[in-house]
């Protein structure tokens, strides 16, 4: 079966210390790739995509995020993280080519990322 | 910047109530969609809709269904609010998978 797994359910990271978030995923093919963000009460904002080709993928925020096809992985990174970092972070797939599976991201269950002073 | 907005933040409602939760998207996307997020299962797909007054269940469509008669507006109906249903429900549009752009939510409580 499809599926998108985030094994970090919480993570707590003292500001200033780098950040790594891991996404593994499931699916015959490679998916699309994505990272969500969603601050306290907010909705979700996208951070970056990969849909193909340089498997190090730069977004917003001061984020990256690295494509390891051998290892079925899209794990997001952060040098140096700030107060505002503090929020969940979501992993999302959707299957590439197929019509009638186009609308359908399919999304981890997050992680919840504590930054300490 | 695309706009999508929920009609309410924070919704109370009894069981056996009717419930409705409105979305408006101000980008002139054709494609919208309903997602329930609960702890630990992240976000999952209720519905979605391609084009005005078509739709298409998602992954969980059961006790909900959906309305989209303008382009902009897409509202998520709940027959008869249940328990199990308290939750935070997120509209999103966009063109495709790749660029859905999400509302700030509605948290349902149903008592």
């Known amino acids: 079966a499809q599926s998108v797994t985030q094994p970090d359910i919480h993570i707590t990271v003292s500001e200033g210390a780098s950040l790594e978030l891991r996404c593994n995923y499931s699916?015959?093919?490679?998916?699309?790739l994505f990272w969500y963000v969603q601050s306290p009460g907010q909705g979700l904002q996208l951070l970056l995509k990969?849909?193909?080709?340089?498997?190090l993928v730069q977004g917003i925020k001061g984020f990256e995020a690295e494509f390891k096809r051998s290892q079925s992985s899209f794990n997001l990174r952060k040098p140096s993280v700030h107060w505002s970092d503090a929020a969940e972070y979501f992993c999302?797939?959707?299957?590439?080519?197929?019509?009638?599976?186009?609308?359908?991201?399919?999304f981890g269950a997050g992680t919840q990322v504590v930054v300490t002073p | 910047d695309v706009k999508v907005t929920q009609s309410s933040r924070y919704l109370v409602k009894r069981t056996g109530e009717k419930v409705f939760l409105e979305c408006v998207q101000d980008?002139?996307?054709?494609?919208m969609f309903w997602y329930r997020q609960d702890p630990g299962l992240g976000l999952r797909l209720i519905y979605f809709?391609?084009?005005?007054?078509?739709?298409e269940k998602g992954d969980i469509p059961e006790g909900y269904s959906v309305s989209r008669e303008k382009k902009e507006r897409f509202s998520l109906i709940l027959e008869s609010a249940s328990t199990n249903q308290t939750s935070m429900y997120l509209c999103?549009?966009?063109?495709?998978?790749?660029?859905?752009?999400f509302g700030p939510g509605t948290r349902l409580t149903v008592t």
């Open positions: 999103a549009s966009g063109r495709l998978a790749r660029e859905q752009y």
């Open positions: 699916y015959g093919a490679t998916p699309y």
């Open positions: 990969y849909f193909s080709g340089d498997t």
């Open positions: 999302a797939v959707a299957p590439q080519g197929t019509t009638d599976s186009w609308g359908k991201l399919q």
């Open positions: 980008m002139d996307h054709e494609n």
């Open positions: 809709s391609y084009d005005v007054k078509m739709k």
